[in-house]
């Protein structure tokens, strides 16, 4: 895959609560690239929030919509992607994302995840009896598709302005 690539967009992945929102708007504006979020994006365009979409028509519908996401952004440049947390694991998505970005996976510890997303109420795969063994599960599932990212980076003591220097000087020597 490596040789056709065209890497013009940057692609924030990793799980929830890792800073892809925070690092990515700081990218954007340091490199002056537009800033899209996936899961925003995919709200505007089904008219209904992720929650409302995972309890009316199921993850599966939601991961359709992720994959329609991919294939959309193909023709975007300068373009600043963050993406939901399992929008890179399935290998069709990561593929084609990879085809038009450098893929950067921000990482954190399961404490820290749990720490930084315990008051939020707006993350349905943590809707569950123990969020937290949730969270070291799906770490876990995701750790494949994770480790295809272009660069792996740890945000934990990291401030989202070092995390996106470092993602900014890496993008820049790309070919």
Known sequence: MGDNRQIR???????????????????????GFEYIDTDQ???EHVGMSIPRIFEEHGEETFRRYEREVVVRLAERENTVISTGGGLLVGAENMDTMKQYAMV?????SPETIWRRVKGQ?????LNTDNPRQRIIDLLEE???????????????YRSAKDVANLILSQFRKAP
């Open 9 to 31: 967009n940057i692609a924030l992945t990793g799980f929830m609560g890792c800073g892809k929102s925070a690092v990515g708007r700081v990218v954007a504006r340091v490199a």
């Open 41 to 43: 994006f995919i709200e």
């Open 142 to 156: 995701r750790k494949p598709a994770y480790g295809r990212s272009d660069m792996l980076i740890n945000t934990e």
């Open 121 to 125: 109420s707006h993350r349905p795969l």
């Open 104 to 108: 950067f996976c921000l990482w954190a």
